[in-house]
């Protein structure tokens, strides 16, 4: 588990200066500051930019978590579905396979000695 140190800087008005400051009417409620407003843009630049800073697996704050999470939407798993044949096949291939080499074996061994 990673530790941070974080600073929190605490800023102290006096009441003259915080009535200079701070707008206390409401002419903002109800809106979003913009710096707030959060796009899918700003998401996938932000993900570029932090890419290699980003652990490769974890529970949380990972590529493995990402993975993950979009899986559950874009059903990633359907794919490990239509895969599972084709690895079957491939199996059974190489078993086939070992068994031809043993034939194959046997045969100059019989060659061999002149039993053929």
């Known amino acids: 588990m990673e530790r941070y ?4 800087n ?12 701070v707008d206390r009417s409401f002419k903002e409620f109800g809106q979003q500051p913009s710096e707030s407003v959060k796009t899918v843009e700003q998401f996938f630049r932000d993900y570029e930019e ?5 652990p490769a697996t974890g529970s ?11 899986s559950q939407l874009y059903k ?7 895969i599972q044949p084709l690895i079957d096949e ?27």
């Open 60 to 70: 949380a704050n990972s590529h493995q978590y990402l993975v993950e999470q979009s």
């Open 5 to 8: 140190n974080v600073d929190f």
């Open 90 to 116: 491939i199996t059974e291939l190489k078993k086939q396979n070992v068994e031809y080499l043993q034939q194959i074996a046997e045969l100059r061994i019989q060659v061999a000695s002149g039993s053929v």
């Open 10 to 21: 605490k800023r102290v008005y006096s009441k003259n200066s915080f009535q200079g400051t």
């Open 50 to 54: 932090l890419f290699y800073q980003i």
């Open 76 to 82: 990633a798993d359907q794919d490990f579905i239509d």
